[in-house]
Nanobody, 123 residues
Framework: QVQLVESGGGLVQAGGSLRLSCATSGRTFRSYAMGWFRRTPGKEREFVAA????????DYADSVKGRFTISRGNAKNTVYLQMNSLRPDDTAVYYC????????????????WGQGTQVTVSS
């Protein structure tokens, strides 16, 4: 059974930091690109960041560039999202996703998804 499990969400004050983790199991995701997306109530899920299977290529949404960092663990089957200088508009459910291919911003290109973790940033 393929699983992506996010953790690390929570409540934080504006300006604070959180580190999200996404653990994968059930198959070898080391050769898969990974992405983070987020959804707020009433809005569509949006791209946040993506990383290639080897970790050498990263991509970020303009809204998080310079504040968020995506990375992979040494075994390449865990992906992290370090979120600094958090703002209230970062409040959302954050999802990790995996795709058999290069890093992409396209939600529809990811075949595997986690259940999401809530991030709430208070002002």
């Amino acid at each position: 059974q393929v699983q992506l499990v996010e953790s690390g969400g929570g409540l934080v004050q504006a300006g604070g930091s959180l580190r999200l983790s996404c653990a994968t199991s059930g198959r070898t995701f080391r050769s898969y690109a990974m992405g983070w997306f987020r959804r707020t109530p009433g809005k569509e899920r949006e791209f946040v960041a993506a990383i290639s299977w080897g970790g050498s290529i990263t991509d970020y949404a303009d809204s998080v560039k310079g504040r968020f960092t995506i990375s992979r663990g040494n075994a390449k089957n865990t992906v992290y999202l370090q979120m600094n200088s958090l703002r209230p508009d970062d409040t959302a459910v954050y999802y990790c996703a995996a795709r058999d291919g290069g890093a992409s911003r396209g939600e529809g290109e990811y075949g595997y998804w986690g259940q999401g973790t809530q991030v709430t940033v208070s002002s």
